[in-house]
C-alpha cells in the first residue's frame, strides 16, 4: 500500500449525495429497430431504468440511451445466469438513428 498522501482532502458529506456510474459490459443484440432493441446481458437490467448503450457499427461506434421496458432470465446454468430485456431508445440523436437506420437496410439486404 502506498504511503503517498492525497493532494487536497476529502470533504465528509453529511446526509447523502447520490452519483450514477457508467460501466460498459459485454452486450448482445438479438434485435434493432428505430425505437428499440432487444437485448441479452449475463447481468440485470431493472426495469424502467435508463442505460446507455454504446453500439459498434462496423467502422464506427455509437452510445444510445434507452429505457428497460421489460426484462426477464431466460437461461440458469449452474453459476449463469442469462437475461433477455427489451430497450426503448429515448431521444437518440439524428446522427444515432442515421447509423441504426443503415445498419437496419443492410440487415434487410443481408436477409433477402
Not at 447481468?43 to 453500439?55: C, E
Request: hydrophobic share 40%; charged share 25%.
Amino acid at each position: 500500500m502506498s504511503t503517498r498522501q492525497r493532494d487536497s482532502d476529502r470533504i465528509p458529506i453529511l446526509g447523502a449525495l447520490q452519483g450514477e456510474v457508467k460501466v460498459y459490459q459485454p452486450t448482445t443484440i438479438h434485435q434493432v429497430s428505430l425505437g428499440g432493441m432487444q437485448v441479452e446481458t449475463a447481468f440485470p437490467l431493472h426495469l424502467d431504468s435508463l442505460y446507455a448503450f454504446r453500439l459498434t457499427l462496423r467502422e464506427r461506434s455509437i452510445v444510445v440511451k434507452g429505457r428497460v421496458a421489460h426484462a426477464r432470465i431466460i437461461e440458469v446454468d449452474q453459476d449463469i445466469v442469462m437475461y433477455r430485456s427489451g430497450i426503448e431508445f429515448i431521444e437518440p440523436s439524428e446522427p444515432v438513428l442515421q447509423a441504426i437506420t443503415e445498419l437496419i437496410e443492410e440487415l434487410r439486404g443481408v436477409q433477402k
